[in-house]
T-cell receptor, first 111, second 111 residues
Framework: GDSVTQKQGQVTLSEDDFLFINCTYS??????LLWYVQYLGQGPQLLLK?????NKGISRGFEATYDKGTTSFHLQKASVQESDSAVYFC??????????FGAGTKLSVKP | ETAVFQTPNYHVTQVGNEVSFNCKQT?????MYWYKQDSKKLLKIMFS???????VNETVPRRFSPQSSDKAHLNLRIKSVEPEDSAVYLC??????????FGPGTRLTVL
């Protein structure tokens, strides 16, 4: 079945550092890939979405590229801020199913 | 205000009791979901409802049951809670499969 893997449970950075969060997926088709962000005390919210048609998603300074060769969808940001501290979920949507979420990566940004 | 609303915010109860959580969305979406988020932030889908039809049920225990009066409401009832039910329960709605709008969650603690 479909699966999403986020190996980094936690990432700690300082402001203005470069962010890289790893995400790989496994599926037999070409799904839509997403990143959700969950701030403390809130539910997750969609950060960006990429389909096979556009390959790259950009939102609020974050970007992710759909790489079918390596089946990866890593999240990057050039310069993080303390307000980016949150849990980031990679997710996959296939056919008519609800999103399948990765385990999440907690980002802590020190001022 | 258009959003997903959940009540209560928190609930503490004893093993064996029955609990019920409410969810309402004012976004006009056709599909609603319940997710369970454990202490490690892992998100697991429990149910989804589309036009009052149950379309996903991810092998949750029978003591859990969704209840819907119309497409804007999806409540969750737990008949006899157990310690492993302690978690945050997140309600969500969507128009399409990938962009889910989450409520703030209900935190359940079972003593």
């Amino acid at each position: 079945g479909d699966s999403v893997t986020q190996k980094q449970g936690q990432v700690t950075l300082s402001e203005d550092d470069f962010l890289f969060i790893n995400c790989t997926y496994s599926t037999t088709t070409y799904p839509t890939l997403l990143w959700y962000v969950q701030y403390l005390g809130q539910g997750p919210q969609l950060l960006l979405k990429v389909t096979t048609a556009n390959n790259k998603g950009i939102s609020r300074g974050f970007e992710a590229t759909y790489d079918k060769g390596t089946t990866s969808f890593h999240l990057q940001k050039a310069s993080v801020q303390e307000s980016d501290s949150a849990v980031y979920f990679c997710a996959l949507v296939n056919n008519n199913n609800a999103p399948r979420f990765g385990a999440g990566t907690k980002l802590s940004v020190k001022p | 205000e258009t959003a997903v609303f959940q009540t209560p915010n928190y609930h503490v109860t004893q093993v064996g009791n029955e609990v019920s959580f409410n969810c309402k969305q004012t976004l006009g979406h056709d599909t609603m979901y319940w997710y369970k988020q454990d202490s490690k932030k892992l998100l697991k889908i429990m149910f989804s409802y589309n036009n009052k039809q149950l379309i996903v049920n991810e092998t949750v225990p029978r003591r859990f049951s969704p209840q819907s009066s119309d497409k804007a409401h999806l409540n969750l009832r737990i008949k006899s809670v157990e310690p492993e039910d302690s978690a945050v329960y997140l309600c969500a709605s969507s128009r399409d499969r990938w962009e889910q709008y989450f409520g703030p969650g209900t935190r359940l603690t079972v003593l």
